[in-house]
């Protein structure tokens, strides 16, 4: 730690004042680790931290989206992955026949009208069979499943527990372990092979989004629902992990993303 407060004293005597004083709360776990393993990333973290940043870990946070923003202007995405940038009601209107719909819609009480509209969308654009995966949390399940019902039939709820950090529920006071994963089918039919209904994410990932999931996770959840070459779309794209785990899987992928910022971070990530 005192070898790292060194470096930051070199580029800046105010930043080192403020580590010393017990102002950047992470500074004695994570600054080491950011020397020995990231040091490149050493000036803009300083520079963070003189325009007022508490942590060190958020200053890597803000550093990383800043590259994949500024990534999304140079790369091209593959010819299989498609994001586009505004409302899926509005920019997916043109996509068919997709083998399943996976992903994470925003959970809090003022966005719950989406998932009425997230259910007819997957019943109009889903092929005869397909799936729609959907995570959700547990405060506004009750209203979560009655909407998608009224438009898919409720197949089954996975588990979905994350390993390491968690967070409280403050509403209830409950330390969430685990996360709903709701499964539907555009008519029901039965699994073609016996699967287990309990899904690890293995790490936390929040760097392109404060609600980002794991990459692990998604990708269990295409290997258990599709197949090689088939179409996987998201109509909440977020920073991209769900495209992510296509390309690593060899699926293709469609999908739309309403956050212009958020969106320049996936097409960053995705991208080549």
Same mark, same amino acid.
């Given at each position: ?33 950011? *020397?020995?393993?990231? @040091?490149?990333?050493? @000036? ?22 800043? /590259?994949? %923003? ?8 593959? @010819? ?7 409302? #899926?009601? /509005?920019?997916?209107?043109? %996509? ?16 719950? @009208? ?6 007819? #969308?997957? &019943? ?8 729609? %995966? ?11 499943? &009655? ?18 950090? *968690? ?15 709701? %499964? #539907?089918? $555009?008519? $029901?039919?039965?699994?073609? $092979?016996? +699967? ?26 295409? /290997?258990?629902? !599709? ?30 993303? +309403? ?12 991208? !080549?």
């Amino acid at each position: 730690f005192a070898e790292a407060v060194e470096k930051v004293k070199e580029i800046s005597p105010v930043a080192a004042q403020k580590i010393l004083q017990g102002e950047i709360k992470d500074a004695v776990t994570v600054l080491p680790q950011i *020397t020995k393993k990231e @040091p490149e990333k050493l @000036p803009d973290i300083v520079k963070k931290i003189e325009q007022g940043n508490k942590k060190v870990k958020e200053a890597v946070k803000e550093i990383r989206k800043e /590259e994949e %923003i500024k990534k999304a202007e140079v790369v091209t995405l593959p @010819p299989v992955i498609d994001i586009r940038h505004g409302d #899926f009601r /509005e920019v997916l209107k043109d %996509i068919h026949q997709v083998d399943a719909i996976i992903t994470d819609p925003p959970y809090p009480k003022e966005y719950l @009208p989406l998932w009425k509209d997230l259910g007819k #969308f997957a &019943a109009e654009k889903l092929k005869e069979g397909g799936y729609l %995966i959907a995570y959700t949390g547990q405060y506004h399940l009750p209203e979560v499943l &009655a909407m998608l019902s009224e438009s898919l039939d409720y197949i089954w709820t996975f588990c979905l527990y994350h390993e390491g950090q *968690t967070q409280i529920v403050n509403g209830i006071n409950v330390m969430c372990r685990w996360k709903p994963v709701l %499964i #539907f089918q $555009k008519s $029901k039919t039965k699994f073609t $092979k016996t +699967i287990q209904d309990y899904v690890i994410s293995e790490a936390r990932e929040k760097d392109g989004h404060d609600w980002q999931q794991s990459v692990s996770g998604v990708k269990r959840f295409i /290997e258990l629902f !599709t197949d090689a070459d088939d179409t996987v779309c998201d109509p909440f794209v977020g920073s991209g992990t769900t495209a992510e785990a296509c390309k690593q899987l060899k699926r293709k992928f469609v999908g739309a993303e +309403i956050n212009e910022e958020t969106y320049k971070i996936a097409k960053g990530r995705v991208g !080549t």
